[in-house]
T-cell receptor, first 116, second 112 residues
Framework: GDSVTQTEGPVTLSEGTSLTVNCSYETKQYPTLFWYVQYPGEGPQLLFKVPKANEKGSNRGFEATYNKEATSFHLQKASVQESDSAVYYCALSDPNYGSSGNKLIFGIGTLLSVKP | EAAVTQSPRSKVAVTGGKVTLSCHQTNNHDYMYWYRQDTGHGLRLIHYSYVADSTEKGDIPDGYKASRPSQENFSLILELASLSQTAVYFC???????????FGAGTRLSVL
């Protein structure tokens, strides 16, 4: 079945350093890929999504490229801030799940802590 | 203002008791979902619904029931709560054909 594997945390960085959270996926379909972010005490919220292979998504300084050949979608940021401390989830959509609805398959989440 | 509202935000239940978690959305979305969050497992789909009065099983439905009495409301029911159901539960909604899920703030459930 479909699956998502991502960097296991926690990841601790100092402000101003670079971030990479690895994400790889398995699916026989042509999914849309997502990064969600969950701040403390809140529900996950969409960071960005990329529906097509070889395209890049970005938001708030974060970016990821949908690499269909490598089945990867790594999250990167050049310079993290303390406010980026959160859990990051990689996910893929399975548009053929059941007969309707949009099931998202999530990775286990990566806890990022950024120290000032 | 929050478009997906969950209640209660936290709950302590006894083993074998009945628990109902509620979700209300004002997004006018047709699809609603219940996910469970556990450390080491991420978010896993329990039940979902694409229309009122109908629910579908997700990936981990055992021990849970769902109810969708209206487009706006979606409940998750634990008839006989067990220790293994201690987790954080998230409700989400999405529109027809939409791929983005909008989540509530979650309900932290502790079963003792």
């Amino acid at each position: 079945g479909d699956s998502v594997t991502q960097t296991e945390g926690p990841v601790t960085l100092s402000e101003g350093t670079s971030l990479t959270v690895n994400c790889s996926y398995e699916t026989k379909q042509y999914p849309t890929l997502f990064w969600y972010v969950q701040y403390p005490g809140e529900g996950p919220q969409l960071l960005f999504k990329v529906p097509k292979a070889n395209e890049k998504g970005s938001n708030r300084g974060f970016e990821a490229t949908y690499n269909k050949e490598a089945t990867s979608f790594h999250l990167q940021k050049a310079s993290v801030q303390e406010s980026d401390s959160a859990v990051y989830y990689c996910a893929l959509s399975d548009p053929n799940y059941g007969s309707s609805g949009n099931k998202l398959i999530f990775g286990i989440g990566t806890l990022l802590s950024v120290k000032p | 203002e929050a478009a997906v509202t969950q209640s209660p935000r936290s709950k302590v239940a006894v083993t074998g008791g009945k628990v109902t978690l509620s979700c209300h959305q004002t997004n006018n979305h047709d699809y609603m979902y219940w996910y469970r969050q556990d450390t080491g497992h991420g978010l896993r789909l329990i039940h979902y619904s694409y229309v009122a009065d109908s629910t579908e099983k997700g990936d981990i439905p055992d021990g849970y029931k769902a109810s969708r009495p209206s487009q706006e409301n979606f409940s998750l029911i634990l008839e006989l709560a067990s220790l293994s159901q201690t987790a954080v539960y998230f409700c989400a909604s999405s529109d027809v054909g939409g791929v983005t899920l909008y989540f509530g703030a979650g309900t932290r459930l502790s079963v003792l």
